[in-house]
Nanobody, 123 residues
Framework: QVELVESGGGLVQAGGSLRLSCAAS????????MGWFRQAPGKERDFVAA????????TYVDSVKGRFIISRDNAKNTVYLQMNNLKPEDTAVYYC????????????????WGQGTQVTVSS
């Protein structure tokens, strides 16, 4: 079982940057692919990005390609999401989650979520 705590959100102007962190507890973090998801006000939770256990494979939703970078530090049990050139439509609560398997990017697969971290981008 991996427990996750997200942090790093905040209020930023359009074009700005934020770096989100997701700290995991448990000794099995390095064996899990990890994903970032987000939920905008009044909308369903969506997949944003994912990274394989070793960091050797990465994928992004099209809307963040070229702007967001996912990375991980297995020695620190942490996964990051560097968000650059932020847009108002990136406003959402951001969550991380251990993936059941590579390709399990549908949020509906997962029943338990952490508290997330709020990202607000002003225009």
């Amino acid at each position: 079982q991996v427990e996750l705590v997200e942090s790093g959100g905040g209020l930023v102007q359009a074009g700005g940057s934020l770096r989100l962190s997701c700290a995991a507890s448990g000794r099995t973090f390095s064996s899990y692919a990890m994903g970032w998801f987000r939920q905008a006000p009044g909308k369903e939770r969506d997949f944003v990005a994912a990274i394989r256990p070793s960091g050797g494979g990465i994928t992004y939703v099209d809307s963040v390609k070229g702007r967001f970078i996912i990375s991980r530090d297995n020695a620190k049990n942490t996964v990051y999401l560097q968000m650059n050139n932020l847009k108002p439509e990136d406003t959402a609560v951001y969550y991380c989650h251990a993936l059941a398997y590579w390709g399990a990017f549908a949020p509906s697969i997962y029943n338990y979520w952490g508290q997330g971290t709020q990202v607000t981008v002003s225009s």
